[in-house]
């Protein structure tokens, strides 16, 4: 049994915007792309690290009502924008060791779902961000 | 200055600050933050006589 879990429920700012409240899913992924160094007179495979890739995902609620996650998202599409998220919404306000805030800057939003809707379902989108530069503060 | 409309950036009615790389045109956009220089009128003034 692990001795240290954590239930998931971050907090987030996009563009500076608060949506903690319709969120439900969220994602904050560094890779570090690998680059094949491998050579002549080797078996093995071995690779060295080229660029990072910072990536955010998310799955909101659909709101179109003032203030809310369209309102926040519409003008963002094509553009660079910045991402906050922490484990806890303390870490968001006064980050520490325990809930670091993530900020993810200059991270691009190709898309947006403008109407994703089902019968009888809460609407809800998915976002992808791409690149951008990740910082960690714990302070 | 900028101030905060929407609770959702901030205390309403408090200076906002845009953090680094804020897209802060699309804040003034949808009305989650308001330029208080843009909004003041010009105050206009007339020598003219009264008849």
């Known amino acids: 049994m692990a001795t240290s879990t954590y239930l998931s429920n971050p907090a987030l700012t996009i563009n500076a915007v608060n949506l903690t409240d319709?969120?439900?899913?969220?994602?904050?992924?560094?890779?570090a792309q690998a680059q094949?160094?491998?050579a002549f007179g080797s078996l093995d495979s071995f690779f060295v690290t080229g660029m990072t890739m910072n990536t955010?995902?998310?799955?909101?609620?659909?709101?179109?009502?003032?203030?809310?996650?369209?309102?926040?998202?519409?003008?963002?599409?094509?553009?660079?924008?910045?991402?906050?998220?922490s484990p806890t919404a303390a870490g968001l306000a006064t980050?520490?060791?325990?809930?670091p805030k993530f900020t993810l800057a200059n991270t691009?939003?190709?898309?947006l779902p403008l109407i994703n809707a089902t019968?009888?379902?809460?609407?809800?989108?998915?976002?992808?961000?791409?690149?951008?530069?990740?910082?960690?503060?714990?302070? | 200055m900028i101030k905060i409309i929407s609770s959702r950036v901030g205390v309403p009615g408090e200076e906002f600050t845009?953090?680094?790389?804020?897209?802060?045109q699309a804040l003034l956009d949808y009305g989650?933050?308001?330029?208080?220089?843009?909004?003041?009128?010009?105050?206009?003034?007339?020598?003219?006589?009264?008849?």
């Open chain 1, 108 to 111: 691009y939003l190709e898309s």
């Open chain 2, 32 to 51: 989650f933050v308001v330029d208080t220089a843009a909004k003041k009128s010009a105050k206009t003034t007339t020598d003219e006589p009264k008849d």
């Open chain 2, 18 to 24: 845009p953090p680094e790389y804020t897209n802060l």
């Open chain 1, 56 to 85: 955010f995902e998310c799955e909101l609620f659909m709101s179109y009502a003032a203030s809310e996650t369209y309102a926040t998202l519409a003008a963002l599409v094509g553009t660079q924008t910045t991402i906050t998220i």
């Open chain 1, 119 to 139: 019968l009888g379902e809460l609407s809800s989108i998915t976002l992808s961000f791409q690149g951008g530069t990740l910082t960690t503060a714990t302070s």
């Open chain 1, 22 to 31: 319709q969120c439900t899913s969220a994602t904050i992924t560094s890779v």
């Open chain 1, 36 to 38: 094949n160094s491998s």
């Open chain 1, 95 to 99: 980050p520490t060791a325990t809930a």
